[in-house]
């Protein structure tokens, strides 16, 4: 069964840097082709895809409003997918959550799509709040 626990959330002030972390397990055979990806959700407002990263070839994807701040990256020996994530705004404060799926996502991607609508299995959530 599919895993995934979130890290590295926290309270920063604007222009600061945090590191999440995302540590996988249970994958099986079957995944010959998955995506991983960041989403965010903050009061009152949908959950939005931030970053997502596939495993063949490291094709990414951004959202427009985290480009150039936030960079995805993945670690294979560790199982662990990070977001970086540098110049934080006051309108990054959400609950950041990953998850993965797979031939769907894996898909998407490569349409340089980030959708929930893809991701099948999902953590439980980090708190980022930024603020002074």
């Known amino acids: 069964q599919v895993q995934l626990v979130e890290s590295g959330g926290g309270l920063v002030q604007p222009g600061g840097s945090l590191r999440l972390s995302c540590a996988a397990s249970?994958?099986?055979?079957?995944?010959?082709?998955?995506?991983i990806g960041w989403f965010r959700q903050a009061p009152v407002k949908e959950r939005e895809g931030v970053s997502c990263?596939?495993?063949?070839?490291?094709?990414?994807y951004y959202a427009d409003s985290v480009k150039g701040r936030f960079t995805i990256s993945r670690d294979n020996a560790k199982s662990t997918v990070y977001l970086q994530m540098n110049s934080l705004k006051p309108e990054d404060t959400a609950v950041y959550y990953c998850a993965t799926g797979g031939l769907r996502s894996w898909v998407a991607v490569s349409m340089k799509r980030c959708s929930s609508a893809d991701f099948g299995s999902w953590g439980q959530g980090t708190q980022v709040t930024v603020s002074s």
């Open positions: 990263i596939r495993n063949s070839d490291d094709s990414t």
């Open positions: 249970g994958f099986t055979l079957d995944y010959h082709h998955y995506a």
